[in-house]
Structures are given as structure tokens and as C-alpha cells.
């Protein structure tokens, strides 16, 4: 059973189009993350969502826009795509947010190629 | 978002333990140590956390010094599949996770 599952696993896709990257937790957690990973290996977050609500929005391009359906599902869409988009995107979740002790469990990451 | 110090690479022998070094000398009182591994093309892998005590659980175990100014995952045998980037990270203030460069650790068969 894989707890945060991402898809596609990878993406290649020309600039200036618009893609969507699925994740989906099955922990019954309440707090779910983006972040994303460059080609220096820096990982960074992105935004956090808490119960479908924005909590963190790290000053990420308004190209990019998280959406959570319901609190076990995070999505992320961006429009026109640039070549700086490249990289590994990582979505995650924790058990609930403001808890500084609480592990976050991470997906398998989506690998985003644009061309 | 308070600051660590990790060397950029080690490296040890299989079954041989491993002492991974992290200093914080900024850390506060209510910020939680946190560990986390890469694993090659995986995600983050949550290892271990601690605030004052030393800890233990199946993967590694956590010293914290005294003043809390740094602090050591032990791993106490490494096995190959234990080559990763290992994240030393406070948390505390916010809930976010600010990774570092991590060390990457090499095991030697």
C-alpha cells in the first residue's frame, strides 16, 4: 500500500504548456505539501495545505496552483510552463499541521522535463 | 528558519557504525531536531526526531548534546542500502520542513 502516491511519474512536456501533477495520501492525514527539488538538489517547499485550506504559499510564481479537492488529495497545476520549471516535484503529507514534532511522509516525486 | 551545519560527505563500512555530526548553535528552546534521508531518485525518508532526550528507534538513534547546540545520528550498522543524503533539520517557529545540503553519505562494501 503506498501511502502518498504521485502521478505521472514522469512528465516531458514543450514550454508554455500547461500540465497538472496528481498526489494522493492514504493515511488519513491533514496536512499535505509541495515541494520541489532543482537540479542543484535543493529541496524546497512550495505550499502546504491543512483540511483543503492554504497555509503555506513559499512566494511561488502565481503560474503555479495548488488544488485540494478533498483533504486526502493535493494537486498542482501550472500554466506555461518554462524551462526553469524543471525539476523534482514532491508531494507529502503530515498527520496535522502546527506540530513541530510531526513527520512528514514523503511520494515518490514527478520528474518534470520541459523542453 | 534556524540554521544547521552538516560536513558535505562521509563515508564508512559496511556493518561498520556511523556517527553523522550536525551543529545548531542557534536553536531555540522549542525547536524539534529533525532527520531525514534521500535515498538516489526516491523521495525524503523521515529517520528520527528529538527535542531534549537521546532517542532510539529501528533505523538509528539520536544524541543531542546537552546545550542542544548539535547533535549525532548513529546509525549502528550501515548496510549499502544506507547510502544517502542525510538531512539534519530544526523545526519549530513554523511547521516547515528547510532542508540544508545534507551529507551524503557513501557506504563501502
Known amino acids: 500500500d503506498t501511502a502518498v502516491s504521485q502521478t505521472p511519474k514522469y512528465l516531458v512536456t514543450q514550454m508554455g504548456n500547461d500540465k497538472s501533477i496528481k498526489c494522493e495520501q492514504n493515511?488519513?492525514?491533514?496536512?499535505m505539501y509541495w515541494y520541489k527539488q532543482d537540479s542543484k538538489k535543493f529541496l524546497k517547499i512550495m505550499f502546504s495545505?491543512?483540511?483543503?485550506?492554504?497555509?503555506i504559499n513559499e512566494t511561488v510564481p502565481n503560474r503555479f496552483s495548488p488544488k485540494s479537492p478533498d483533504k486526502a488529495h493535493l494537486n498542482l497545476h501550472i500554466n506555461s510552463l518554462e524551462l526553469g520549471d524543471s525539476a523534482v516535484y514532491f508531494c507529502?503529507?503530515?498527520?496535522?499541521?502546527?506540530?513541530?514534532?510531526?513527520?512528514?511522509?514523503f511520494g515518490p516525486g514527478t520528474r518534470l522535463l520541459v523542453l | 528558519d534556524a540554521k544547521t551545519t552538516q560536513p558535505n560527505s562521509m563515508e564508512s563500512n559496511e556493518e561498520e557504525p556511523v556517527h553523522l555530526p550536525c551543529n545548531h548553535s542557534?536553536?531555540?528552546?522549542?525547536?524539534?531536531i529533525h532527520w531525514y534521508r534521500q535515498l538516489p531518485s526516491q523521495g525524503p525518508e523521515y529517520v528520527i526526531h528529538?527535542?531534549?532526550s537521546n532517542v532510539n528507534n529501528r533505523m538509528a538513534s539520536l544524541a543531542i548534546a546537552e546545550d542542544r547546540k548539535s547533535s549525532t545520528l548513529i546509525l549502528h550498522r550501515a548496510t549499502l542500502r544506507d547510502a544517502a543524503v542525510y538531512y539534519c533539520?530544526?523545526?519549530?517557529?513554523?511547521?516547515?520542513?528547510?532542508f540544508g545540503k545534507g551529507t551524503k553519505l557513501t557506504v563501502n562494501p
Open positions: 493515511l488519513g492525514h491533514d496536512t
Open positions: 528529538g527535542l531534549t
Open positions: 495545505y491543512n483540511n483543503k485550506e492554504l497555509i
Open positions: 533539520i530544526l523545526m519549530g517557529g513554523s511547521e516547515k520542513l528547510v
Open positions: 507529502a503529507s503530515s498527520r496535522r499541521t502546527g506540530g513541530f514534532s510531526e513527520t512528514q511522509y
Open positions: 542557534t536553536i531555540s528552546g522549542t525547536d524539534y
